[in-house]
C-alpha cells in the first residue's frame, strides 16, 4: 500500500527560462548582458544562466516598445516607440522620461557620465543633459539613419556616421564639426577607439576595415575583410591568444561576421594574426551562421560572440574555447529529457533542426547539430544515462553518446515520414522503437561498442495504425510496446512487434502512452480532455480520469505509480490520484500548450516546456509543505495552552492578545466582555500595543460585534479607542470607509434604543415620584 508520504501534493515555481534575447541591442557589464526584448531590457546572469531583473513593461499590445538602449553598468536610458526617452536606475525603477525632438525613431543610444548622444532615422545627432533632460546641442551633416555614435574615451567630442558611409567628427563644447572621414563605400557599421585612444577603426558594408588617425582625414591603414562584418571589438593592449602574444604598440581588433569564425587582426601591420580554429567553434556557430554582434569584457578577457540566431557563446582570449553558451531564444518546445550522471543535462528539442544540451546548474547550452529537419521526440536510456535518441522530421533518428562532449554514434533512415516519437528499451541499450507519419512501427538493433558513426539496423517493421503515430512507449520489463494514434486507439505489442491488442474507447486522436512502474496497467491520454487507465492482461478500460479541459498532451505515472503527473493543451498542468480518481493539484504557469514534460529519476524535480517558449522547472515541496504544517499545529497547540493558561490566571489583557495572534474573534469578545464586567483599566493601552493588522482584524471584529444588540457594549468600546487612535494619526486601517459604512446603520440603531430607553426610565421614575404622596394620605 501506498503510503502518505509517498504522493506528491505541492510543487513550487523553481525557475523560468523564458526568451531573455530575442533580437536588437545587446551590452555586457561584469556578469550581466542587457538584452533587448519588444518593451523591456532583460538582465541576463552569466553566473547561473537567468533573468535577475527586467526593466520596462510586460509585451502586450498597449505596451511601449522599446527601439533601442544604452547603458553604464548603473543606468539604463531607453528609447521608445511613444516618442520617449526613459531612465531607469540599477533596481529598474523608472527615475526620469522626457520627449526626444527627433523626427522618427532613435537608431542608436551612448551613455557617458551625465550626457547622452543620440543618433535617429532623420539623420539628425543630439546630445542630452541628463542632470535636466534637456536637448544642449544639435549636431547635423548624417545623411540617413544614424546607426553608430561613439563619444571619445577621454575628449570632448563625438563621432557619428549615416548612410553614405562618411564618418563625421565634433567638438561638444560649441558643436562645431572638427573633421569628416570618408574612404567607406557603403555603410559603416562599427567603430572602435585604439588602446591608446589616438586613433580609431572603422568596419563596414565594403567588407573593409580602416585605421584612422584623429584629425586626418587620410586613412593609415585599410584592411579587406571578403565577408560582411556588422561589429568589431578593440582588444587590450596585452593579451594573449592561441599561438600569439601581442606587442604593445600595435593595435588589435577582432572581427566576425557571416562566416561565423572569430578573427584577430593587427591593423598597424595589416595582417591577420589569428584565425580561430575549426574544432574550437561552438556547434552553434557551424554551418556559416552569422554573427550579428561582438562583446568584449577586458576584466575577464572573455570574448562573447551574438549570433543571427541569438545564441551567445563565450569565449576567453588565451584559448579560445567556448566556455559557456547561452540561447537567447528557443522558439516553440517540443520535448524535455533528463540524461546524464544523476540528471546532469537536460536535452530540449525546440522548433528546429538542432538539440540544445543545458547544464542543469548553470544553463549553460550546447547545440547538437546532426539532423536536417526540426526535432520531435528525445528519449534517454534507464540502464546508460548518458545515451540520447532523438527522432526527426528528416524521417530519421540519431544515436547520441555523452562523454565529455556529446557526439552522434548512429544514424537510422528507414522511415518514409517524419519520426514522431522514440523509445529506448527500458533493461538494456540492444534495441529501440520508433513511430512515424508513414504509419510504421519500427525495432532498431543498436551497437554495443561506439566507433565513429554508425548506420543502426532495422529489425523489424509493423504497419501499425491507419493515421500518424503520435507515441510509443516499452513497458518496464520490455516485454511490451505501446503505441497511440490519431486514428482514435492505442495498441499493444509483444517484443517482435506482434499485435497484442487494441485499446478502444477514446473519442478522438491519442496523444501518449506509456506504463505503469508497478501493475500491469498502461495510461493514454487523448484530445477528447480525457486519461484513461487500461489493464494490459484483458485490454479493458479500469478509469476515466477527467480535469482537463482542453486535449490531454502528455500522462506520466509519478509517485511509484500511485499518481499521474498530465500535461493540456490550456498551458495546465495537473496531478491526479489513481485510487480517488481526483485531481489533487493544478499548477498554472504555461500561456500555451504544454507538449514537454521531463521528471528527474527521483522525481524531485519536473521541467516542462511548450508552444509559449518557456522552460519551467518546478521543484516538488511535499515534505517540507509537510514538516510546515506540522510545526504550525505544534505551535498552535502551544500557543492555545498558554490562552487558557493566562484565562486561568485572570491575566485578561495578556489573553486579549494572543486571541487576537490565533484569530480567535469569539474568544476575543468573550475577554472584552470579561475585561468590561472587571473593569479592569488598561485595556486602552493593551489595544495601544498591537500592531496595525492586529487593530485591523480588531476593528473588522467590533464592526461584526455591532450588528447584534447582546454585544453592542464591547463593541462600541473598541470602536471608540480605535477612533481615537485614527484621529491622532496612530492606526490607518486598510479598509476604514467601508468598516465606517457598515458601523453607522447599527450605532445608530443602539443609539436609538438605548436614548428610548433612558426615556421610558425617567418617565417611570417621574411616575414614581408622583405617585408618593398619594400613597402617603391612604396610609
Not at 547 to 566: C, M, N, R
Request: aromatic share 8%; with cysteine; hydrophobic share 35%.
Amino acid at each position: 500500500m501506498a503510503t502518505t508520504r509517498q504522493l506528491k501534493e505541492a510543487f513550487e515555481l523553481e525557475s523560468k527560462h523564458a526568451a531573455f534575447y530575442t533580437g536588437g541591442n545587446i551590452e555586457w557589464y561584469d556578469d550581466t548582458f542587457y538584452c533587448q526584448s519588444l518593451s523591456s531590457i532583460n538582465l541576463f546572469s552569466t553566473i547561473d544562466g537567468s533573468v535577475r531583473n527586467t526593466v520596462g513593461e510586460d509585451s502586450s499590445e498597449d505596451a511601449d516598445f522599446v527601439q533601442t538602449f544604452t547603458t553604464d553598468g548603473s543606468r539604463i536610458v531607453s528609447s521608445h516607440k511613444s516618442g520617449l526617452l526613459k531612465l531607469w536606475n540599477e533596481l529598474g525603477e523608472l527615475e526620469k522620461m522626457w520627449k526626444y525632438i527627433h523626427k522618427g525613431p532613435i537608431a542608436k543610444l551612448q551613455l557617458k557620465e551625465n550626457q547622452l548622444v543620440s543618433g535617429g532615422a532623420d539623420g539628425g545627432v543630439r546630445i542630452w543633459d541628463l542632470d535636466h533632460q534637456a536637448c544642449i546641442l544639435s549636431l547635423k551633416g548624417c545623411q540617413g539613419v544614424v546607426n553608430v555614435v561613439e563619444y571619445h574615451p577621454t575628449e570632448g567630442e563625438v563621432l557619428a556616421t549615416g548612410d553614405d558611409g562618411k564618418i563625421l567628427h565634433w567638438e561638444l563644447e560649441k558643436g562645431n564639426m572638427k573633421q569628416i572621414y570618408e574612404s567607406h563605400y557603403s555603410k559603416v557599421t562599427s567603430i572602435v577607439f585604439s588602446h591608446d585612444n589616438l586613433c580609431f577603426i572603422s568596419c563596414g558594408r565594403d567588407k573593409a576595415m580602416i585605421l584612422w588617425s584623429f584629425m586626418d582625414s587620410t586613412p593609415l591603414k585599410t584592411i579587406p575583410f571578403y565577408e560582411a562584418v556588422e561589429c568589431i571589438v578593440s582588444l587590450p593592449e596585452k593579451f594573449r591568444v592561441p599561438g600569439f602574444k601581442s606587442d604593445p604598440e600595435c593595435y588589435y581588433v577582432a572581427s566576425a561576421g557571416e562566416k561565423g569564425i572569430v578573427r584577430v587582426w593587427d591593423i598597424k601591420n595589416v595582417k591577420e594574426v589569428y584565425v580561430q580554429d575549426n574544432s574550437l567553434v561552438s556547434p552553434a556557430q557551424e554551418g556559416a551562421i552569422a554573427v550579428s554582434n561582438l562583446l568584449f569584457d577586458p576584466q575577464s578577457k572573455t570574448l562573447a560572440v551574438v549570433t543571427v540566431e541569438q545564441n551567445i557563446i563565450l569565449h576567453h582570449l588565451k584559448s579560445f574555447a567556448c566556455m559557456k553558451q547561452f540561447i537567447g531564444f528557443s522558439d516553440e518546445i517540443l520535448d524535455i529529457t533528463f540524461m546524464g550522471k544523476d540528471d546532469s543535462h537536460l536535452a530540449v528539442a525546440t522548433n528546429s533542426c538542432d538539440i540544445k544540451l543545458y547544464e542543469n546548474a548553470t544553463m549553460n547550452c550546447q547545440i547538437l547539430k546532426g539532423h536536417s529537419d526540426i526535432v520531435l521526440s528525445l528519449s534517454v536510456s534507464k540502464t546508460n544515462p548518458n545515451l540520447l535518441l532523438s527522432s526527426s522530421k528528416d524521417n530519421s533518428i540519431r544515436l547520441w553518446l555523452y562523454s565529455h562532449c556529446i557526439t552522434c554514434v548512429g544514424v537510422g533512415k528507414r522511415h518514409n515520414g517524419s519520426v514522431g516519437s522514440c523509445f529506448f528499451s527500458q533493461l538494456s541499450t540492444k534495441w529501440a522503437v520508433s513511430v512515424s507519419q508513414d504509419f510504421c512501427l519500427k525495432k532498431w538493433e543498436l551497437p554495443s561498442k561506439f566507433e565513429g558513426k554508425v548506420s543502426l539496423n532495422c529489425t523489424n517493421t509493423e504497419i501499425a495504425h491507419q493515421k500518424d503515430i503520435n507515441s510509443v512507449a516499452v513497458s518496464p520489463n520490455d516485454k511490451i510496446i505501446g503505441t497511440a494514434s490519431q486514428d482514435k486507439t492505442a495498441k499493444l505489442w509483444n517484443e517482435n512487434l506482434g499485435l497484442i491488442g487494441v485499446l478502444r474507447g477514446h473519442k478522438r486522436g491519442v496523444w501518449s502512452i506509456r506504463f505503469s512502474p508497478i501493475d500491469q496497467v498502461a495510461v493514454t491520454s487523448s484530445a477528447d480532455c480525457s486519461i484513461r487507465l487500461w489493464n494490459v492482461n484483458d485490454l479493458s478500460c479500469l478509469k476515466t480520469l477527467e480535469g482537463h479541459e482542453s486535449s490531454v498532451l502528455k500522462a506520466e505515472f509519478i509517485s511509484k505509480g500511485y499518481q499521474i503527473l498530465s500535461s493540456g493543451a490550456d498551458g495546465l498542468m495537473k496531478i491526479f490520484n489513481i485510487k480517488s480518481s481526483e485531481c489533487q493539484l493544478t499548477l498554472d504557469e504555461h500561456d500555451g500548450k504544454i507538449w514537454a514534460m521531463a521528471i528527474r529519476n527521483d522525481e524531485s524535480v519536473i521541467v516542462t516546456g511548450g508552444s509559449d517558449s518557456n522552460l519551467i522547472k518546478w521543484k516538488d515541496v511535499t515534505e517540507e509543505k509537510r514538516l510546515e504544517k506540522l510545526n504550525e499545529e505544534e505551535e498552535h497547540v502551544l500557543e492555545e495552552q498558554k490562552l487558557n493558561n493566562y484565562l486561568q490566571s485572570g491575566k485578561l489583557l495578556k489573553a486579549l492578545k494572543l486571541a487576537l495572534r490565533l484569530k480567535k474573534p469569539f474568544q476575543v469578545l468573550k475577554i472584552i466582555q470579561e475585561v468590561i464586567k472587571k473593569e479592569d483599566v488598561g485595556l486602552a493601552d493593551t489595544i495601544k500595543s498591537l500592531r496595525d493588522d492586529q487593530k485591523d482584524s480588531l476593528l473588522n471584529c467590533a464592526v461584526n460585534w455591532n450588528t447584534n444588540s447582546k454585544n453592542c457594549q464591547a463593541a462600541q468600546l473598541i470602536i471608540n479607542i480605535l477612533l481615537n487612535e485614527i484621529q491622532a494619526g496612530e492606526f490607518k486601517p486598510s479598509h476604514l470607509p467601508a468598516s465606517i459604512e457598515a458601523m453607522i446603520p447599527y450605532t445608530e440603531r443602539h443609539f436609538n434604543r438605548l436614548t428610548q430607553l433612558m426615556q421610558d426610565l425617567n418617565f417611570m421614575s417621574y411616575t414614581i415620584n408622583c405617585m408618593k404622596p398619594h400613597m402617603k394620605i391612604k396610609s
